[in-house]
Every structure is written in structure tokens, then in C-alpha cells.
């Protein structure tokens, strides 16, 4: 069974600060790789997705993330976060199947 | 579109007592799942759904029962709530492996 780790329990950052956040999984084969964004009381919302193609993935609030195959990563950053990116980050993998495996998450907290 | 939905918001219920949780998609998805979200432990699939009448267990089935009659809807059941199971349910829906897409979630507290 795959496996996906978050190395970051809880990121504190000032705004306008880059963000870097780990997210590395464990399976040999072909994944569909997410990030998910979870405000505070709110459900979780799809940032960005890989399928195939460009290892580097654009999402929504100025994200990204670059997959890379040989080192079984997909970090997520951003050049500049805003208090409004408090929240917690959600890495997932599917693998092979309709099934995507959550990493436990990493919160964001934003200073202003 | 409303996306996914679900019903109740915030439930309490004490030891041994029974409650269905609803979830509705609008989007014509085939897949559906139940999540559960604990701190420190992510989300844990309970079971899911590749389709209307057929469902399986994931990581977490245990104490939990689930139903698939229509294809926009997917019940989650606790037959006989324990305080082991006071958490935030998450439903979700996805287009064959796609992302999936999730509800608003069920807060509940078992006493």
C-alpha cells in the first residue's frame, strides 16, 4: 500500500515570505498526484492536480508544484503568502486506482 | 451547482444510539467515499462507492455500514455510536480516478 509523508507538521511564516512544502510518497508506479487547501471550519478544496505531462503544475491562489519522479516528491510552494493562506495543506496520491491516500497534513499559519 | 452536500451539519449523539449521514452530488459522478478527519491523522477512507448498488470498505469500515441506492446519494450509518467515533465526517465524489471533490462535512460528538 502506498504511503505519503508530510515532513512539516506546522509552518510559521511572516507575509510575503516563499513556502516550500514537502510531500513525498511511497509507490513504484504511475500516481495522480493533489494538493488540498482546508481553511479553518471548512471542507477541503482541490489546489492544484497532476495527471501527466509538465512536472511543474500551476493552481489556484498563485501555487504550484513540481513533481519529481526520482526523488518521489511533490512540493508545493508559493513566492509569497498572504494571511489569507492560513490553513492546513493536504498532500494525496492515487495510485493505480479510484483510492487517494492523505497525508496527516500541514498547517500554515501566516503572521501579518 | 450545489457540488456536494451534506446533511446533518452537527450532530450529538450518546453511546449506542444509531444515525444516518447523508451525502448528495450533483456533478454525476460515479464515485463517492467517506472520509473520517481526526487531528494528527488526516483523512481515513471509511468506505467508498465505484457505483450505484455496490460498495467496499477502506482503511476504517469498522462500526460503519454505508448504502449506494441512487447514484447521486451515499448514506454513511452508525448502527450503535461509540465516543471513539466523535469526529468530522467528510463525503466526497470523483469522476472515475479524477480529483475528488468534497462536502462541507458532519461534525459529531459521541457522549
Known amino acids: 500500500a502506498q504511503s505519503v509523508s508530510q515532513h512539516n507538521h506546522h509552518v510559521i511564516l511572516s507575509e510575503a515570505a516563499s513556502l516550500e512544502l514537502g510531500c513525498n510518497y511511497s509507490?513504484?508506479?504511475?500516481?495522480?498526484l493533489f494538493w488540498y487547501v482546508q481553511y479553518p471550519g471548512q471542507h477541503l478544496q482541490l489546489l492544484l492536480k497532476y495527471f501527466s505531462g509538465d512536472p511543474l503544475v500551476k493552481g489556484i491562489k498563485g501555487f504550484e508544484a513540481e513533481f519529481i519522479k526520482s526523488k518521489f516528491s511533490f512540493n508545493l510552494r508559493k513566492p509569497s503568502v498572504q494571511w489569507s493562506d492560513t490553513a492546513e495543506y493536504f498532500c494525496a496520491v492515487g495510485a493505480g486506482s479510484y483510492q487517494l491516500t492523505f497525508g496527516k497534513g500541514t498547517k500554515l499559519s501566516v503572521i501579518p | 451547482n450545489a457540488g456536494v452536500t451534506q446533511t446533518p451539519k452537527f450532530r450529538v449523539l450518546k453511546t449506542g444510539q444509531s444515525m444516518t449521514l447523508l451525502c448528495a452530488q450533483d456533478?454525476?459522478?460515479?464515485?463517492m467515499y467517506w472520509y473520517r478527519q481526526d487531528p494528527g491523522m488526516g483523512l481515513r477512507l471509511i468506505h467508498y462507492s465505484v457505483g450505484e448498488g455496490t460498495t467496499a470498505k477502506g482503511e476504517v469500515p469498522d462500526g460503519y455500514n454505508v448504502s449506494r441506492l441512487k447514484k447521486q446519494n451515499f448514506l454513511l450509518g452508525l448502527e450503535s455510536a461509540a465516543p471513539s467515533q466523535t469526529s468530522v465526517y467528510f463525503c466526497?465524489?470523483?469522476?472515475?480516478?479524477?480529483?475528488?471533490?468534497f462536502g462541507p462535512g458532519t461534525r459529531l460528538t459521541v457522549l
Open positions: 509507490y513504484g508506479g504511475t500516481v495522480n
Open positions: 466526497a465524489s470523483s469522476f472515475q480516478t479524477r480529483a475528488q471533490y
Open positions: 456533478m454525476n459522478h460515479e464515485y
